[in-house]
């Protein structure tokens, strides 16, 4: 019988009732032997995330103000599920050390990390299983930098000795015990590093959605469902900001061929959507796969006369954003031409520097900056050697009215991205999607 890595996000942990369902699903399949889980979400609407509050006491001790009432909220939270569940825990002795460590001066990582080791402890306990800490398994090196192959050795040779087991996710911690934790949403990538280590049938996510829709439901009424999708698509439309699961734990289990299932905690009949390495019998009928976006990015558009020519031009362009440390999202070219796409976030401010560094150092006939710009992918195998792709696309954003400001299309013919103004995200959109997986009439 294979196994199953079952990793639960925080609007699955987020009170009794919540872990109450989690036990249900856990218990429904003898297959699902480890659970990761994070810090608990938001209940409702105006709540709190515990590792929210956690990271507000650190701010409060930064400002020296004191933390004790934040503090206790999250202590309440805690104490409310272990109630509600019936469980005798001693979680008081938890809540006194980690106040002491605050107070000592903990780290943020550290402050941060304890809403996943709580939740951890307190779902171990109401499900019997055994608890495992990441500390000493998930590994970083003193500078910060996760090691990969050290982390799966130690996990491999812990878990071994655990029939069941659950697991905090998001953080690991350095060679000298400190906690170093991942990016926010980084309870994934722990859930996909425990599905490697043990060799898992499946790695499945349990959130608040029932997997993949080609588009997002906030802008296309009632988008269709993805039940299957390649990790190349998942990669290119979680980077474009399809955010159901953080875009760094496909690796580890693309690596080891895991197939990745999105479930949702509230509809767990629902079969969600599988991520493989390939799809087999992809439906002929089905053109795209998915469409996702992002707004706020700003294009560099640089002109010089004979820059074919002209070795090391775009060395010298990218090692001035490099100087900055600002990543590069796209770099369509021309002849005489490139256009430089970076995200406005990260420009940081820096825009005005940047643009005197360029034409101090490249010498441009001409720079031109274009703002408030939106990059759409839209992303599907069944692009690749498909006649009138392209077409159908930038028909419908001509139908629906929408200037196309940027056209990049990547080598492996799966997606094409283009940029719109901010003003036409929504419209181009839902173009797309009515061009692609509307009715016949529509089409």
């Given at each position: 019988?294979?196994?199953?890595v079952?990793?639960?996000g925080?609007?699955?942990?987020?009170?009794?009732?919540?872990l109450?369902?989690?036990?249900?699903?856990?218990?429904?399949?003898?297959?699902?032997?480890?659970?990761?889980?994070?810090?608990?979400?938001k209940?409702?609407?105006?709540?709190?995330?515990?590792?929210?509050?956690l990271?507000?006491?650190?701010?409060?001790?930064?400002?020296?103000?004191?933390h004790?009432?934040?503090?206790q909220?999250?202590?309440?939270?805690?104490?409310?599920?272990?109630?509600?569940?019936?469980?005798?825990?001693?979680?008081?002795?938890?809540f006194?050390e980690?106040?002491?460590?605050?107070?000592?001066?903990?780290?943020?990582?550290?402050?941060?990390?304890?809403?996943?080791?709580?939740?951890?402890?307190i779902?171990?306990?109401?499900?019997?299983?055994?608890?495992?800490?990441?500390?000493?398994?998930?590994?970083f090196?003193?500078?910060?930098?996760?090691?990969?192959?050290?982390?799966?050795?130690?996990?491999?040779?812990?878990?071994?000795?655990?029939d069941?087991?659950?697991?905090?996710?998001?953080?690991?911690s350095?060679?000298?015990?400190?906690?170093?934790?991942?990016?926010?949403?980084?309870?994934d990538?722990?859930g996909?590093?425990?599905?490697?280590?043990?060799?898992?049938?499946?790695?499945?996510n349990?959130?608040?959605?029932?997997?993949?829709?080609?588009?997002?439901?906030?802008?296309?009424?009632?988008?269709?469902?993805?039940?299957?999708?390649?990790?190349?698509?998942?990669?290119?439309?979680?980077?474009?900001?399809?955010?159901?699961?953080?875009?760094?734990?496909?690796?580890p289990?693309?690596a080891?061929?895991?197939?990745?299932?999105?479930?949702?905690?509230?509809?767990?009949?629902?079969?969600?959507?599988?991520?493989?390495?390939e799809?087999?019998?992809h439906?002929?009928d089905?053109?795209?796969?998915?469409?996702?976006?992002?707004?706020?990015?700003?294009?560099?558009?640089?002109?010089?006369?004979?820059?074919?020519?002209e070795?090391?031009?775009?060395?010298?362009?990218?090692?001035i954003?490099?100087?900055?440390?600002?990543?590069?999202?796209h770099?369509?070219?021309?002849?005489?031409?490139?256009s430089?796409?970076?995200?406005?976030?990260?420009?940081?401010?820096?825009?005005?520097?940047?643009?005197?560094?360029?034409?101090?150092?490249?010498?441009?006939?001409?720079?031109?900056v274009?703002?408030?710009?939106?990059l759409?992918?839209?992303?599907?195998?069944g692009?690749s050697k498909r006649?009138?792709?392209?077409?159908?696309?930038?028909?419908?954003?001509?139908?629906?009215?929408?200037n196309?400001?940027?056209?990049?299309?990547?080598?492996?013919?799966?997606?094409?991205?283009?940029?719109?103004?901010?003003?036409?995200?929504?419209?181009?959109?839902?173009?797309i999607?009515?061009?692609f997986?509307?009715?016949?009439?529509?089409?």
């Amino acid at each position: 019988m294979g196994v199953k890595v079952a990793k639960f996000g925080g609007s699955s942990v987020a009170d009794a009732i919540q872990l109450a369902k989690v036990k249900s699903i856990v218990e429904s399949d003898p297959q699902r032997k480890y659970v990761v889980v994070s810090a608990p979400g938001k209940r409702f609407h105006e709540d709190n995330k515990i590792t929210d509050l956690l990271y507000l006491c650190k701010t409060h001790l930064d400002h020296n103000i004191g933390h004790e009432q934040v503090f206790q909220v999250i202590c309440d939270r805690f104490r409310a599920i272990v109630f509600n569940l019936g469980l005798n825990l001693d979680i008081e002795k938890e809540f006194e050390e980690i106040d002491r460590n605050i107070r000592a001066g903990a780290s943020e990582d550290y402050i941060a990390s304890r809403g996943e080791y709580l939740t951890a402890m307190i779902t171990a306990a109401y499900m019997g299983f055994d608890f495992v800490d990441t500390k000493g398994l998930v590994t970083f090196d003193e500078r910060g930098r996760f090691l990969d192959e050290e982390t799966d050795k130690r996990l491999r040779e812990e878990l071994k000795k655990h029939d069941k087991a659950v697991i905090p996710g998001f953080y690991g911690s350095k060679p000298s015990g400190e906690i170093k934790t991942f990016s926010r949403g980084g309870s994934d990538i722990t859930g996909s590093l425990v599905a490697r280590a043990v060799d898992a049938e499946t790695y499945e996510n349990w959130t608040d959605v029932s997997g993949f829709l080609v588009a997002d439901p906030r802008i296309v009424n009632d988008p269709r469902p993805i039940e299957k999708i390649s990790y190349m698509e998942l990669r290119e439309l979680s980077y474009m900001g399809a955010s159901v699961l953080h875009e760094d734990a496909i690796y580890p289990a693309r690596a080891s061929d895991i197939p990745i299932n999105i479930r949702n905690t509230n509809e767990p009949e629902h079969l969600g959507t599988t991520i493989i390495a390939e799809v087999e019998n992809h439906d002929a009928d089905k053109v795209i796969t998915g469409i996702a976006g992002s707004k706020d990015f700003l294009v560099i558009a640089i002109y010089k006369n004979m820059m074919s020519a002209e070795v090391g031009f775009i060395r010298r362009c990218l090692t001035i954003l490099e100087d900055y440390s600002i990543p590069v999202e796209h770099l369509p070219s021309g002849i005489d031409t490139i256009s430089i796409v970076l995200s406005r976030k990260k420009v940081n401010g820096k825009l005005d520097e940047i643009i005197e560094e360029m034409k101090r150092r490249l010498q441009p006939d001409s720079i031109d900056v274009y703002e408030d710009m939106s990059l759409i992918a839209t992303v599907g195998r069944g692009m690749s050697k498909r006649q009138g792709v392209s077409a159908t696309l930038f028909g419908a954003l001509y139908k629906a009215g929408v200037n196309i400001r940027m056209i990049d299309q990547g080598s492996s013919e799966m997606n094409i991205i283009v940029g719109v103004k901010n003003d036409d995200f929504e419209k181009a959109i839902r173009a797309i999607y009515d061009a692609f997986e509307g009715t016949p009439e529509k089409k």
